[in-house]
């Protein structure tokens, strides 16, 4: 035992970076507390134990002041073996939880491969190939992501906290800088330092928009990002499966930057406050919708990326609110108050009367491709007109009873004819 004892010191001294004689030093404490148990000491007489640096055997002393005698007993012998090996056994675990924590504390920031391994309660355990578990947090994951066990999956290291049982890794797949270090690595150029990306704004599992600028005129920051048939920025897409990326191109001149923010939206003009970091852009009737987006996404993520502001405007009001502030102004002081009134009682009345179509044109009644059961069906959900389904998109209608993807995606073409 005595040779081998110092060959696996000094081995663990190599590969995992504890000094030996820290290593020395904790077997002496630990085969001292053990001998204690099975080794008589009489009052006055203290117990010592050493091990040779050059011979790697234990010794164990009884001191009584100048007075000392080695003890050599079949059951210290034992103790000795027994109890060093444990402690070796238990250092090597800590120190592979060290360096562990270490390792993976150096990469917070960085992106990390690894294989779906188990669920928990929601979370994910992510095997990071063998050398530790990562947790994907439930908060962490992409909605419209699925996961199975087995599956390849890299993830943005979000936080390193050390336990008792080692490190606990957290990992993200909803951070915006994910999108950021995917880039990295897919683009050359931003790794080399002449493409920079200035800015990430991202809603996990939509959209995210990124503006990237170049440090050299002769090469397009949009480009490279892009790739050869748009090949670097679809393979970032399959990485998160789907969800859309907007390149913008930075500009100094926050006019333009906000024009390329809100594509693919047509920009007729902006108004600025710019102590305020607040912008008015006005659009005409037909870019609204683009400039707005899905549930105000658009705009959203623009505004997060630049850091403004942003209030979205058309350039004329409503046809019908136009017509009724002409009439109003051609009208005298009592038609004005009467057409006031008029106004109020059905603002009033708005939420106990349904509001009727527009038109006949408006109407589900005798839509063509609307039988009678998918009508009730429709009106039972609440739609009530065509711009009611326009509205509601393919999204709303696949939750109506009866209604699959592909027939609300035919009505919805139908519609728009």
């Not at 035992?1 to 030093?25: C, D, F, P, T, Y």
């Not at 050299?216 to 920025?233: I, L």
């Not at 105000?296 to 993520?301: C, D, K, Y």
């Not at 179509?357 to 009730?376: F, N, Q, R």
Request: net charge positive.
């Amino acid at each position: 035992m005595s040779q081998e004892l110092l060959a696996i010191l000094e081995q663990m001294e190599r590969e995992k970076g504890i000094k030996k004689e820290v290593l020395v030093e904790t077997v002496e404490a630990a085969v001292l507390s053990a001998a204690r148990k099975v080794i008589d000491v009489k009052p006055g007489e203290d117990l010592s134990v050493s091990l040779d640096r050059n011979s790697g055997k234990i010794h164990a002393y009884v001191e009584n002041g100048e007075n000392r005698r080695e003890v050599d007993s079949i059951d210290f012998g034992r103790i000795a073996a027994s109890t060093a090996r444990q402690v070796i056994i238990q250092k090597i675990r800590e120190a592979e939880k060290e360096i562990i924590f270490n390792d993976f504390q150096g990469k917070v920031g960085e992106i990390v491969s690894g294989v779906v391994y188990r669920f928990e309660k929601g979370n994910i355990v992510i095997d990071l190939l063998g050398k530790a578990e990562g947790l994907l947090l439930r908060r962490e994951q992409s909605p419209k992501e699925d996961y199975k066990q087995g599956q390849r999956i890299r993830a943005f290291v979000l936080e390193v906290k050390k336990e008792s049982k080692g490190a606990q890794i957290i990992l993200s797949r909803t951070h915006p800088n994910l999108i950021k270090k995917l880039f990295e690595l897919e683009v050359p150029e931003i790794y080399e330092g002449i493409v920079e990306i200035r800015a990430v704004a991202r809603q996990a599992g939509e959209r995210t928009k990124i503006a990237v600028s170049s440090k050299n005129d002769k090469v397009d920051s949009v480009g490279a990002c892009v790739g050869m048939r748009g090949n670097r920025v679809r393979n970032i897409v399959n990485e998160i499966q789907g969800e859309k990326i907007d390149i913008v191109r930075y500009n100094e001149d926050i006019r333009e930057y906000i024009k390329a923010a809100l594509s693919p939206a047509k920009i007729s003009e902006i108004k600025m406050e710019k102590e305020k970091q607040k912008a008015e852009v006005i659009v005409d009737d037909d870019q609204l919708s683009l400039a707005i987006g899905k549930h105000g996404q658009n705009v959203r993520l623009a505004s997060r990326l630049i850091g403004w502001e942003l209030d979205i405007r058309t350039k004329t009001p409503p046809a019908k609110e136009a017509e009724e502030e002409v009439a109003t102004e051609a009208e005298g002081p009592k038609e004005k108050k009467a057409q006031k009134t008029k106004k109020k009682k059905t603002a009033e009345g708005a939420q106990a009367k349904p509001k009727k179509p527009a038109s006949k044109a408006d109407s589900l009644e005798g839509l063509s491709g609307v039988g009678e059961k998918t009508l009730e069906n429709l009106k039972e959900a609440g739609f009530n007109s065509v711009k009611d389904i326009l509205d509601a998109g393919v999204e709303g209608l696949v939750k109506v009873k009866g209604i699959g993807k592909k027939k609300a995606e035919k009505l919805i073409q139908d519609f728009k004819k």
